[in-house]
């Protein structure tokens, strides 16, 4: 049987696992130093929100594909794909999807 205990144990098992991860990658913290940073965070996040439901929306995908064409080089299909967790294929869809302006050319005259 799954208690309310139990379920809240997981997810703060669960966010202290995403903020340790996040934080060891985002900014090249060691696994040590990441997890103490995020005992420290999640001890704030329980404060601020503690026993209510809190969704957290996914990234833009406007912001995130804006990114990609920005960075996106002619070669760097894989790369991309890595940095942001996606397939080739997505990255391919995306950067052939990008709008494409003409250069505003000055008439001197």
Do not use: W
Not at 79 to 102: C, G, T, Y
């Amino acid at each position: 049987m799954i208690t309310t205990l139990n379920r809240d144990l997981d997810t703060a098992v669960e966010l202290h696992r995403i903020l340790t991860a996040s934080l060891a990658r985002r900014f090249k913290m060691t696994e040590v130093a990441a997890a103490v940073l995020a005992d420290e965070i999640a001890v704030e996040i329980r404060n601020e929100v503690g026993g209510s439901e809190l969704y957290i929306p996914g990234p833009s995908r406007t912001a995130r594909n804006r990114l990609i064409c920005e960075q996106f080089t002619g070669d760097n299909h894989e790369q991309l794909a890595k940095q942001f967790r996606l397939s080739r294929r997505q990255v391919e869809r995306i950067v052939s999807n990008r709008d494409i302006r003409p250069l505003k050319m000055s008439v001197a005259g």
